[in-house]
């Protein structure tokens, strides 16, 4: 649906985006994670026609965004919701006007505005603040009405930048659910600009993660957990392992297969080999359980437990040696 090629954008002599290339699938929740500063919020804004760019291409449903007149940009803009991490909410209107504002500007009747404000603050869960104003809103009330605002117009796309960093953690997922919802009741394809790795596991099917103005990365949420690329240790960090005095530290990926089979009881059954298990977790990434656990077996006993992860199609990394 959306395709990108060989972007670049460039602020005077400064180069923010480097030779993007990037390719989302209709109907997905597509996550671009990286640290603050290395150009998601300007790839998001090339992406709605906010920001021109240098050089490459952006293609949405097949129409490159180069060759498109203002008439027929304005209109592709209107296909494409927006929410901010801010809300930019008119303080003085009422829940109501303020989801009506976008169809009041493209001149829709009175009658077809009343209809889908109503329909959509069902959808979002704050039918009861319809005639409030912002102020005397939550946080994710708040939020909630920027996201029926950017549905007002029947986007097939939403573009989110960074929706949920301003929310408190129980707040930040009511909006990931409702995002969820919104993605699989009315299959619109959604773009979520995060720095927060809680948001990639929580809603994402597949994710980029940039560093520096490029794409270090791209695939399945699941494809970049079971690969654990470098680019993925340096957003989340370093994970601090517990390691004995002596011994080799192995860390062994669980994949959504993997996760529900009682695969360390087998090891050491089957084996017949001891070892210790220094640490772990499981996680839930959107449909999906996934996790890593970590054990440390003696030097001598490193062939036979590889051997046996092999053969079961684990994926493992050594973490580390103290011998």
Request: proline residues 3%.
């Amino acid at each position: 649906m959306i395709k990108i090629i060989g972007l670049e954008k460039k602020y005077g002599e400064h180069t923010v985006l480097k030779d993007i290339h990037m390719n989302i699938t209709k109907g997905t929740i597509y996550g671009i994670a990286g640290k603050s500063g290395v150009g998601k919020s300007t790839l998001l804004r090339c992406i709605n026609g906010l920001e021109t760019y240098d050089k490459g291409q952006i293609i949405v449903d097949e129409k490159d965004l180069n060759t498109l007149t203002p008439k027929e940009m304005k209109v592709l803009k209107s296909n494409m919701g927006m929410v901010f991490q801010q809300f930019v909410l008119l303080n003085r209107a009422t829940v109501y006007d303020n989801i009506a504002l976008p169809m009041r500007s493209w001149k829709k009747s009175s009658t077809e505005i009343d209809k889908k404000v109503k329909e959509l603050v069902e959808l979002v869960g704050i039918a009861d603040k319809l005639y409030e104003k912002p102020p005397r809103l939550s946080g994710g009330q708040k939020q909630r009405v920027a996201i029926a605002r950017a549905l007002s117009l029947n986007p097939s796309v939403l573009l989110c930048d960074e929706a949920t960093s301003a929310l408190d953690p129980n707040t930040a997922k009511s909006i990931i659910h409702l995002l969820n919802e919104i993605n699989d009741e009315l299959k619109i394809t959604i773009i979520m600009v995060t720095h927060q790795m809680s948001v990639v596991k929580s809603a994402c099917k597949e994710m980029a993660i940039m560093e520096d103005g490029r794409v270090a990365v791209t695939g399945t949420v699941k494809e970049i957990f079971m690969a654990q690329p470098d680019a993925l240790s340096r957003l989340i960090g370093k994970e601090e392992i517990v390691t004995p005095g002596n011994g080799i530290t192995i860390k062994i990926i669980l994949s959504d297969e993997i996760s529900y089979q009682p695969i360390i009881t087998k090891l050491a059954k089957e084996t017949g080999i001891d070892f210790l298990v220094t640490g772990g977790q499981m996680e839930q990434y959107r449909d999906q359980m996934m996790g890593t656990l970590y054990i440390n077996v003696r030097p001598e006993d490193m062939k036979d437990i590889t051997a046996y992860l092999n053969a079961k199609k684990v994926t493992w990394k050594e973490e580390g040696k103290n011998v």
